[in-house]
Structure formats: C-alpha cells, structure tokens
C-alpha cells in the first residue's frame, strides 16, 4: 500500500510541479509587463491596468480558474480546453499566470520605485539609453529588493496549485484525497503534506542562497 501510494503521489507531484514551473513562465515577464504599464504616463493604459489588477487581487483564486475553466463554454457554447487532464492543466496554468501576473507587478513595480532617482540620472549624465538604464541599473538593483516578497509568493504558489483539484486535475492534493475517498484512509494526505514541505524546503534553501548572492547591494 506504501509504495503505491507513493506511486501515484509522485504522479500527482509531477503535475504540480508542471503547473509550478509554466506558472511562473508566464507570470513573470507577464508581472514585469504589466508593472511598467502601470507606470505608464499614458493615463488611460495605466487606469486600465491597474483596475484589472485590482479585480483580480481582490477576488479568490479559486473563483477565477472556475470562471476560466467553465465561463467559455456557457458563455460560448464552445470550450475552449479539452475535456482532458491536458486540457485541465492548461487552463489551471492560464488562470495562475494572471493571478500571480498581477501579485508580481505589485512587487515588481515597488522595486523599481524603490531604486534612487539620482541613479538613473547618473546614467542619463554617461549617455546611456533609457533602455540601457533599465537593464543596467534600474532592473539589477529591483532584483535585490523583491527577492524576499517574491520568494514567499512564489511558495504560495506552490501550496496554491492544490487549488487545480477544484477543476479535477490530477495534482498533487487530488491523489491524496482520492485514498480517502476510495480507501477511506487518511494517512495519504498527512504524507502529500511532507511532498509540499519538501518541495517548500527546497524553494526556501534556493531563495535563502540567492539573498547572499545578492548580498553585494548593500
């Protein structure tokens, strides 16, 4: 029983893992984008943006991948995703990507604000471009200062991707759960518990070491 529990466990993690690492794929470059448009001084784009970043951190996870998933075929009369654990997932991943775009930019757009004004102007002063500036200055030193609120994002996410099981998909949660509603055991979910402390644990040694890389900032 140990063993195949374990089985089926690790196929769950594999599909938690998938959902983890397209997530942040997405929501990264994504969060940056939407950052910098919220910094626009094209008022009407900024307005926009940040009015869709307050809907969607202002309402449940849960509630907007329920709406993705099944909003298409109502509305449309046509599903935009396969019946399919494929299908499943890629609408999991599209629905993560844009709620942690937008928890992304909030953190995004605090590290550039928070680097001084004098630097950028120093660079202005050596004839850098403004892109230049961006990725030489401004991007580099916006690092140092969201590592820490965007390691512990990122390890909600990790915890969040048991949100999936809502739509059916065959994560990590759903695989322990299933034990209990066959079997009628319990033990398998107090075991998925050490596959998310480990994974958690691993995540927060990474982040831990790329805090003291990044140390030289100071």
């Known amino acids: 029983m140990f063993w195949s529990v374990t089985a089926q466990l690790l196929e769950g993690l594999a599909t938690t893992f998938e959902i983890f690492i397209l997530t942040l794929v997405f929501a990264l470059p994504l969060g940056l984008i939407l950052a910098l448009g919220s910094m626009s001084k094209f008022k009407p784009l900024k307005f926009l943006l940040q ?4 809907i969607i951190r202002g309402t449940p996870l849960m ?15 046509h599903n935009l995703w396969s019946g399919d654990e494929a299908g499943r997932i890629t609408a999991t991943v599209v629905a993560f990507s844009i709620n942690y775009a937008c928890y992304f930019s909030v953190i995004f757009r605090g590290g550039i604000e928070g ?3 004098g630097q950028r102007e120093a660079g202005e002063v050596l004839g850098m471009t403004k892109t230049q500036i961006f990725f030489k200055v401004t991007l580099l030193q916006m ?11 990122i390890i909600t996410l990790v915890k969040d991707t048991s949100l999936a ?19 009628g055991i ?8 050490v596959f998310y402390l480990l994974f958690v644990g691993i995540l927060t040694l990474l982040f831990n070491y790329i805090e003291k890389k990044l140390e030289y900032f100071k």
């Open 115 to 117: 680097v001084p004004v």
């Open 63 to 77: 509630l907007q991948l329920i709406i993705i998933f099944y909003g298409p075929g109502l509305w449309l009369s």
């Open 143 to 153: 690092i140092k200062r969201v590592v820490p609120p965007m390691s512990n994002e």
């Open 51 to 54: 009015v869709i970043i307050w």
């Open 186 to 193: 319990t033990w398998p979910l107090f075991y998925t518990g």
């Open 165 to 183: 099981r809502i739509i059916a998909a065959y994560e990590l949660t759903f695989a322990g759960f299933s034990y209990m509603k066959s079997a």
